[in-house]
Each structure stands twice: as C-alpha cells, then as structure tokens.
C-alpha cells in the first residue's frame, strides 16, 4: 500500500513568493495533520482536519499560512508570502478512523528553503 | 497547553551499552505514543501505551507508562549501531492532537 505521499520533496524559494505544499494521505484514513520541524522547535502541529473539516488549526503561526483539504485524498498548505524563518520540513500525517489518538503515518515530509 | 518534555536531548553510547530516555507531561495523559525518526527521514510509530502502569517490549525495546499517566520511558538494552535515530513520545490529554516531546538523539558509537 502507498502510503502518505508528500509533493515536492524539496523546495527552494525566494522570500516573498508562494508556497503550496501537498499531501495525499492514505486512503481509508480520514484524520490529517500537517505538521513542522526545526531544530529549535522541534515537531510542532500547524492544523488538523478530521473528516476534510479543519478542527484545529491554533498551531498556524500567522495569516500567511493557509490549508485546506477539498477532499479525502488531498490537502495542501499555502505560505503566502514566504519568509526565510519558515525554513523547515514540513510533515503530514494521516491517521485511520476509530477510537481517537489512532497512531499517524508521516510521509517523507517537504524541505522547505526559503532565501 | 499541555507539554511534553523529554530527556535527555543528546545520547551517545557505545555499541552494547543501555540506553533509556524519558517523557513527563505536565497533564493526565489518556495515552502515549513512542516514534522514531531516523537520520533525513520521518517519524514512524513505533508502540502507543493506554493503560496506567502498562509496560510493553518490542524486543531489545521496553517501553513504561508510569502510574499517574503523567511519565513514559523507552529503554533500549544492548544498542546496534540501527538503532541510531531521535526518539520521540507523543502525548494525548482530552483533545485528539497529540504533542510531542522535543525527542531524544541516540548516537551508537560502533
């Protein structure tokens, strides 16, 4: 099986510009979480859509940041405009229907660059 | 909020040697998640641990929640140099989310 299939892998930009980061989660899964990693923040949860409805999205750090998820088997997350401290990877994890705090299955994530 | 802290932040051992990290929440956990993330890859869910004072093995891993729900350790007898990677809990409260720890770096000196 596939499993969470995360597009572009890398992502070089300049600031100022447009971001859209894409996620594919694993069919069947209907929880999706995208989160971000740095060194000195480590892994932290940016929003997460149950059943392609946001329920919490008090992890994104700003107006720039943006997600959505128009359907089971795809969501995207927009900084608009970039700025060099968003450099991260980016995460997204999806997790199967069922009791709550199921296990989440990350994809290879986006390293996000920004100049 | 809640928050999960993790220690130590750094672990370098030799080869054979032990190797335990720690995870303490500042609220109830109704249960924790153990990941690991190898060098340049991504978390993968390693065990999730429910009940109060539940211990689980995964070979050479045992893994501990503590009786107040509230700690959680992950222990590593006899390390190979495969088990080099970061070593994260991840806790849940009452909300679905989970919040992870700030991980633990294990170093397998061969």
């Known amino acids: 099986d596939a499993g969470v299939i995360q597009s572009p892998r890398h992502e070089v930009t300049e600031m100022g510009q447009e971001v859209t980061l894409r996620c594919k989660p694993i069919s069947g899964h209907n929880s999706l979480f995208w989160y971000r990693q740095t060194m000195m923040r480590g892994l932290e949860l940016l929003i997460y859509?149950?059943?392609?409805?946001?329920?919490?999205d008090s992890g994104m750090p700003e107006d720039r940041f943006s997600a959505k998820m128009p359907n089971a088997s795809f969501s995207t997350l927009k900084i608009q405009p970039s700025e060099p401290r968003d450099s991260a990877v980016y995460f997204c994890?999806?997790?199967?229907?069922?009791?709550?705090?199921?296990?989440?299955?990350f994809g290879s994530g986006t390293q996000l660059s920004v100049l | 909020g809640q928050q999960v802290m993790q220690i130590p932040q750094y672990q370098h051992v030799q080869e054979g040697e032990d190797f335990t990290t720690y995870c303490n929440s500042s609220?109830?956990?109704?249960?924790i998640q153990w990941y690991k993330q190898r060098p340049g890859g991504h978390p993968v869910f390693l065990i999730q641990l429910v009940k109060s004072g539940e211990v689980k093995k995964q070979k050479r891993l045992t893994f501990q929640f503590g009786e107040a729900k509230k700690n959680s350790s992950l222990h590593i007898t006899a390390t190979q140099t495969t088990d080099v990677g970061t070593y994260f809990c991840a806790g849940s409260g009452s909300a679905r989310q989970l919040t992870f720890g700030s991980g633990t770096q294990l170093t397998v000196l061969p």
């Open positions: 994890a999806s997790s199967p229907p069922g009791a709550f705090n199921q296990k989440l299955f």
């Open positions: 859509f149950n059943n392609n409805v946001p329920i919490d």
């Open positions: 609220t109830t956990l109704s249960n």
